[in-house]
């Protein structure tokens, strides 16, 4: 059976996530909604045996592969064997080390690393990916290079891609649409959440575009030419995240991302 186009990060329900009984669980609630396919790093209190054991009793599957940078390098085999495991073909690192991104010196050694660690896991046919937030687009001085400029300037695509985060492509000042063509042929899976602009509430200054995060086809975000992007890129899985549900219950705010991407026409 051909991979789940619709993943879940479960970062989305983290507070149902806290002991193995409850991340056992919350799989099997996350599957009833009709995900299949979920992408996870290494579960606390789990072994990755154990963890594939009860994915496979539920009938799931990994998209990718997550963890820290600082982590995969000190136990690439790890790291590798558990991607054999779970039939995985790339890793994830969520950002890069906070002590990096303070300036373009940070960005260059974090950036060595990444090609380093890369360049490991290429022997294995395993590529690092590398998840945006907004702090990549800061810019240094006037008219100056921006962290993401860095970034794919200097990331070697033959180890290294990139899993976009729609939302923050947003919030960072990016054009969506134009990240992701400019992705091509270095980005085979996608992070995708909403970018709402939030009602205001507590003052009255029109200028002001309070932000949110939001289910996908909740917020302002055009879906219909994202998906039509990526699949005409073939990118094909789509990895649903939120950050914040807000006084959405968490499950409910995933289920509703599901079911727009489905009449949005992937498949489960």
């Known amino acids: ?24 669980d919350s799989m099997r609630k996350v599957r009833e909604i009709g995900y299949r396919s979920v992408q996870i790093g290494r579960v606390a209190g ?16 990994l998209s990718t592969y997550c963890g ?24 994830m690192i969520g950002t890069m080390p906070a002590e990096f991104r303070v300036d373009r010196e940070g960005y260059e050694k974090a950036i060595a690393l990444m090609n380093e660690v890369g360049k490991q896991l290429s022997q294995a046919g395993i590529y690092l990916a590398y998840h945006n937030h907004a702090q990549e687009f800061r810019r240094w001085g006037l008219n100056g290079v921006r ?29 969506v649409i134009e990240y992701i063509k400019k992705c091509k042929g270095r ?34 975000l055009p879906w219909p030419e994202i998906i039509e992007t990526c699949k005409a890129q073939g990118i094909n899985i789509f990895i649903v995240e939120q950050d914040n549900t807000y006084l959405r219950n968490a499950f409910d705010a995933v289920e509703i991302s599901f079911n727009n991407l489905v009449k949005y026409g992937l498949k489960a």
Request: glycine share 8%.
């Open 147 to 175: 962290g993401i400029d860095l970034l794919f300037d200097e990331l070697n695509p033959d180890y290294v891609h990139f899993m976009l985060d729609t939302h923050w492509v947003q919030s960072g000042g990016g054009d």
């Open 187 to 220: 980005m085979q899976y996608i992070h995708v959440k909403d970018y709402r602009i939030a009602p205001i509430n507590y003052h009255t200054w029109f200028g002001a575009t309070p932000k949110e995060f939001a289910e996908i086809g909740e917020g302002n």
């Open 1 to 24: 059976m051909a991979k789940a186009e619709i993943s879940l990060q479960p970062y989305s329900i983290r507070e149902y996530l806290k002991t193995p009984e409850q991340w056992k």
């Open 68 to 91: 820290d940078l600082f982590s995969i390098r000190d136990d690439i085999d790890g790291f590798i064997k558990e991607c054999k495991l779970f039939d995985v073909d790339e890793i």
């Open 46 to 61: 789990l072994t990755p045996q154990e963890t594939k054991d009860h994915l496979d009793s539920l009938g799931m599957e």
